[in-house]
């Protein structure tokens, strides 16, 4: 019956109807744990409802401890688009009656999950809109709100999900002033107390497997010691030091935090500092033997901790605005934190201390203060020079067989710099850390002619090419060796746009295309180039010129023509295509929404990228199955962009979606495993494919009765991105593993 009420409601609105469908949920209510699902009756019926009858299905929700439905209710609360002080107080009610049920029942795992996954919902939505509530409303979550603090740190310590709740509720309530004058609150001393003596938190800081768990635990003691710096004590501190890396990662960032605010409080840090797994066999050596002293050279300690390789990839491929809010940076939680390493490099350098500078050149430890030398954030760049001047200064009483030259190096950049804590070029910082590396190795092929041109002139002039057309246009029997050594410089130094001009004014992108092209390159030279326009692409202002100025689209299209054991090349080529293409016009939030300005990329040359898919599917068969399922996503991401691109499907093309659609459907049902989203490609493929050309219900039936593919998640995808024509094929009898009963029934039930 109520399914039946649900179709009526949705087709009329009839408001006798909806009075009789609410009658029938609350009565319900208390006979029934209700399924939530996206056609659950009591969220068809709370969009109608008042706040007194809310409050009415809230209190007997409570009482008969129905989870599931209080969650509905939760969900329905934090869909309003305005917040006034009605909405603030039920949903302060509405949590406080979640967290009640949940500290005092039993539930199966999916249905604690889902009530984690909204609560957490419902408190981010608090803290986004600022909610403040008044001492009055506060009083009555108190109680219910120590008794779930201490329930989730006793029963649900090694979930990440319930630690991150945890924290989202100490940074909603504990901020509030008011809050923390009602007596009786669970203080954050306790909870923090709690959290350090509990008997699992030496195993989940230790275990190395465990990073959410670790993860979502450092985040709470960093929240409770930034909101209660008096909380800090020594023995925290040693625990943060043997679960620190030194990378990048958001883990090491938060614990890097926590040490801050330590030291900030007057706890002091061991010296010399170690971290990981040598902080480990140092304590436990002092431990054990009860000695302070350490009988190796501090600057010989701290380079042993340090992976040469690690940090030479970390200088290499540092980000340019490490520091900054809005870091286009895809990974860079491998790489090693120079706000970490660049303050203790100044410590071990002091005037007085005895420092094995060639040991220190060699592991790459200047390397990385060069390359800070590039950075866009002042204060990171200050420390990279007051480094480097340490250096300088250590290399006078140094003694080792490359003194003279890496002296003579350091008098180039000192000269070189006109301007304080000036800010280089990536490409220059880059080529003096490869000058660097070749100069402690005098057998190094590149060793005669780059130090030919270190010696040239007494500075070295930013605004120019370092040796590239030297060594581009070689003639010499070692040319291809240097031209692999200057086609990985320039990989290494693209990453911002007074990069791409120093190239441009070279004409570096002609040279590359027309030796990618020739006889002479092999396969890694030509991955080489690719990696430099895939680098380039993703640089507005190159990918707006390389595409209009260098014809870019008519070069990748030539690939499209490659024989098919070039299938290789083809694919970083469709790469370069989707980054130029996906590649942000502008980056304030306020142009973001904006279709006009989303892409840099301008409208007339979607036509041309069409036909490069287009190619590339006639001839699909051909690849292997990665490069398939990218050819495939390729074309229906730049079909799905017609809002700003235009309609460029200006002929039939249904026969290349459905193409696209059975393609992707033999590899869902094939046994490779690929590191894509194949779903979320599918779903798109769908309703493209529906919304151009056919009716939904015929689409053919070896798609809709395939069981590899993955329907459930395919409906959230679609609901995701309104995808409603996806949504209608739920209603075809050939689908058979549809996960909502509901829906089901109400299917049945319209037959």
């Not at 992108?509 to 680098?535: G, P, T």
């Given at each position: 019956?109520?399914?039946?009420?649900?179709?009526?409601?949705?087709?009329?609105?009839?408001?006798?109807?909806?009075?009789?469908?609410?009658?029938?949920?609350?009565?319900?209510?208390?006979?029934?744990?209700?399924?939530?699902?996206?056609?659950?009756?009591?969220?068809?019926?709370?969009?109608?409802?008042?706040?007194?009858?809310?409050?009415?299905?809230?209190?007997?929700?409570?009482?008969?401890?129905?989870?599931?439905?209080?969650?509905?209710?939760?969900?329905?609360?934090?869909?309003?688009?305005?917040?006034?002080?009605?909405?603030?107080?039920?949903?302060?009610?509405?949590?406080?009656?979640?967290?009640?049920?949940?500290?005092?029942?039993?539930?199966?795992?999916?249905?604690?999950?889902?009530?984690?996954?909204?609560?957490?919902?419902?408190?981010?939505?608090?803290?986004?809109?600022?909610?403040?509530?008044?001492?009055?409303?506060?009083?009555?979550?108190?109680?219910?709100?120590?008794?779930?603090?201490?329930?989730?740190?006793?029963?649900?310590?090694?979930?990440?999900?319930?630690?991150?709740?945890?924290?989202?509720?100490?940074?909603?309530?504990?901020?509030?002033?008011?809050?923390?004058?009602?007596?009786?609150?669970?203080?954050?001393?306790?909870?923090?107390?709690?959290?350090?003596?509990?008997?699992?938190?030496?195993?989940?800081?230790?275990?190395?497997?465990?990073?959410?768990?670790?993860?979502?635990?450092?985040?709470?003691?960093?929240?409770?010691?930034?909101?209660?710096?008096?909380?800090?004590?020594?023995?925290?501190?040693?625990?943060?030091?043997?679960?620190?890396?030194?990378?990048?990662?958001?883990?090491?960032?938060?614990?890097?935090?926590?040490?801050?605010?330590?030291?900030?409080?007057?706890?002091?840090?061991?010296?010399?500092?170690?971290?990981?797994?040598?902080?480990?066999?140092?304590?436990?050596?002092?431990?054990?033997?009860?000695?302070?002293?350490?009988?190796?050279?501090?600057?010989?300690?701290?380079?042993?901790?340090?992976?040469?390789?690690?940090?030479?990839?970390?200088?290499?491929?540092?980000?340019?605005?490490?520091?900054?809010?809005?870091?286009?940076?895809?990974?860079?939680?491998?790489?090693?934190?120079?706000?970490?390493?660049?303050?203790?490099?100044?410590?071990?350098?002091?005037?007085?201390?005895?420092?094995?500078?060639?040991?220190?050149?060699?592991?790459?430890?200047?390397?990385?203060?060069?390359?800070?030398?590039?950075?866009?954030?002042?204060?990171?760049?200050?420390?990279?020079?007051?480094?480097?001047?340490?250096?300088?200064?250590?290399?006078?009483?140094?003694?080792?067989?490359?003194?003279?030259?890496?002296?003579?190096?350091?008098?180039?950049?000192?000269?070189?710099?006109?301007?304080?804590?000036?800010?280089?070029?990536?490409?220059?910082?880059?080529?003096?850390?490869?000058?660097?590396?070749?100069?402690?190795?005098?057998?190094?092929?590149?060793?005669?002619?780059?130090?030919?041109?270190?010696?040239?002139?007494?500075?070295?002039?930013?605004?120019?090419?370092?040796?590239?057309?030297?060594?581009?246009?070689?003639?010499?029997?070692?040319?291809?060796?240097?031209?692999?050594?200057?086609?990985?410089?320039?990989?290494?130094?693209?990453?911002?746009?007074?990069?791409?001009?120093?190239?441009?004014?070279?004409?570096?992108?002609?040279?590359?295309?027309?030796?990618?092209?020739?006889?002479?390159?092999?396969?890694?030279?030509?991955?080489?180039?690719?990696?430099?326009?895939?680098?380039?692409?993703?640089?507005?202002?190159?990918?707006?010129?390389?595409?209009?100025?260098?014809?870019?689209?008519?070069?990748?299209?030539?690939?499209?023509?490659?024989?098919?054991?070039?299938?290789?090349?083809?694919?970083?080529?469709?790469?370069?295509?989707r980054t130029s293409f996906s590649t942000p016009q502008?980056?304030?939030?306020?142009?973001?929404?904006?279709?006009?300005?989303?892409?840099?990329?301008?409208?007339?040359?979607?036509?041309?990228?069409?036909?490069?898919?287009?190619?590339?599917?006639?001839?699909?068969?051909?690849?292997?199955?990665?490069?398939?399922?990218?050819?495939?996503?390729?074309?229906?991401?730049?079909?799905?962009?017609?809002?700003?691109?235009?309609?460029?499907?200006?002929?039939?093309?249904?026969?290349?979606?459905?193409?696209?659609?059975?393609?992707?459907?033999?590899?869902?049902?094939?046994?490779?495993?690929l590191n894509f989203d194949i779903d979320e490609v599918?779903?798109?493929?769908?309703?493209?494919?529906?919304?151009?050309?056919?009716?939904?219900?015929?689409?053919?039936?070896?798609?809709?009765?395939?069981?590899?593919?993955?329907?459930?998640?395919?409906?959230?995808?679609?609901?995701?991105?309104?995808?409603?024509?996806?949504?209608?094929?739920?209603?075809?009898?050939?689908?058979?593993?549809?996960?909502?009963?509901?829906?089901?029934?109400?299917?049945?039930?319209?037959?």
């Amino acid at each position: 019956m109520v399914p039946r009420l649900m179709e009526i409601v949705d087709k009329d609105g009839n408001e006798d109807i909806i009075d009789l469908l609410k009658r029938v949920v609350v009565e319900s209510l208390s006979e029934v744990d209700l399924n939530v699902d996206i056609n659950s009756p009591l969220k068809c019926v709370l969009p109608f409802m008042d706040y007194s009858e809310k409050r009415s299905v809230l209190d007997t929700l409570k009482n008969n401890k129905n989870i599931n439905g209080l969650m509905e209710l939760l969900s329905n609360q934090i869909q309003t688009n305005m917040v006034d002080d009605e909405v603030k107080k039920f949903l302060l009610e509405s949590i406080n009656a979640s967290i009640t049920v949940l500290t005092n029942s039993k539930f199966e795992a999916d249905s604690f999950k889902h009530s984690i996954d909204v609560l957490t919902q419902a408190l981010k939505f608090c803290i986004k809109h600022k909610m403040k509530w008044s001492t009055k409303l506060l009083t009555p979550i108190v109680q219910p709100l120590k008794e779930f603090f201490i329930w989730l740190l006793k029963k649900k310590y090694k979930e990440s999900t319930s630690m991150s709740l945890l924290n989202d509720f100490i940074s909603l309530f504990y901020s509030s002033k008011k809050f923390l004058k009602i007596t009786n609150i669970l203080e954050l001393k306790e909870t923090y107390q709690m959290m350090t003596s509990h008997s699992k938190f030496m195993q989940v800081m230790l275990t190395k497997d465990m990073i959410k768990e670790r993860g979502s635990i450092v985040q709470l003691l960093l929240t409770i010691c930034k909101s209660h710096p008096d909380v800090c004590n020594q023995s925290l501190m040693s625990v943060m030091f043997v679960c620190y890396e030194a990378t990048m990662s958001q883990i090491d960032q938060n614990i890097l935090n926590v040490i801050q605010i330590h030291e900030a409080n007057n706890f002091t840090v061991s010296s010399p500092i170690c971290w990981g797994d040598v902080a480990m066999q140092q304590y436990m050596k002092r431990n054990e033997n009860n000695e302070t002293l350490l009988h190796e050279n501090p600057s010989t300690h701290l380079i042993n901790q340090l992976d040469v390789k690690k940090l030479l990839k970390t200088a290499f491929e540092l980000p340019l605005d490490i520091k900054e809010e809005n870091s286009q940076a895809t990974d860079i939680s491998s790489l090693y934190d120079p706000t970490f390493l660049l303050p203790l490099f100044s410590t071990v350098l002091q005037p007085g201390c005895d420092v094995d500078m060639r040991y220190f050149i060699d592991s790459g430890c200047v390397s990385l203060a060069i390359a800070c030398l590039s950075l866009y954030n002042d204060d990171v760049r200050t420390a990279a020079y007051n480094v480097i001047a340490l250096v300088n200064d250590q290399l006078e009483n140094s003694r080792f067989k490359e003194r003279s030259q890496v002296m003579y190096l350091f008098m180039l950049i000192k000269n070189s710099i006109d301007e304080e804590y000036k800010r280089w070029p990536t490409l220059w910082s880059i080529f003096v850390i490869r000058y660097l590396y070749i100069l402690l190795k005098p057998d190094h092929p590149m060793y005669s002619t780059v130090n030919r041109f270190i010696l040239q002139k007494p500075v070295m002039n930013m605004r120019e090419f370092p040796l590239f057309l030297p060594l581009f246009n070689s003639s010499t029997m070692q040319q291809h060796t240097e031209r692999t050594w200057m086609l990985k410089l320039l990989r290494n130094g693209l990453k911002d746009q007074h990069d791409y001009y120093l190239y441009k004014k070279l004409h570096v992108f002609e040279l590359l295309m027309a030796y990618h092209d020739s006889a002479e390159s092999d396969s890694n030279v030509k991955d080489l180039i690719l990696d430099v326009f895939q680098i380039a692409c993703s640089i507005k202002v190159a990918a707006y010129d390389l595409v209009k100025t260098y014809t870019l689209l008519s070069w990748i299209h030539k690939g499209a023509l490659l024989p098919v054991k070039q299938y290789k090349e083809f694919y970083k080529m469709l790469h370069i295509l989707r980054t130029s293409f996906s590649t942000p016009q502008v980056n304030s939030e306020e142009n973001e929404s904006s279709e006009e300005n989303k892409y840099v990329i301008p409208r007339m040359f979607a036509y041309e990228a069409s036909l490069i898919c287009l190619h590339a599917l006639q001839n699909i068969s051909e690849f292997s199955t990665e490069v398939q399922f990218y050819i495939c996503s390729v074309y229906i991401w730049i079909s799905n962009i017609s809002s700003y691109f235009g309609d460029i499907l200006t002929w039939d093309h249904s026969s290349m979606l459905l193409l696209s659609l059975n393609t992707l459907e033999k590899i869902f049902s094939s046994e490779e495993k690929l590191n894509f989203d194949i779903d979320e490609v599918f779903a798109s493929a769908l309703s493209l494919y529906i919304k151009r050309f056919f009716n939904q219900l015929e689409v053919s039936n070896e798609i809709l009765t395939n069981q590899s593919i993955s329907w459930k998640k395919i409906y959230t995808i679609a609901k995701k991105n309104d995808y409603n024509l996806v949504l209608k094929l739920y209603e075809h009898e050939n689908i058979e593993n549809l996960s909502n009963k509901l829906l089901r029934l109400q299917m049945l039930e319209s037959k």
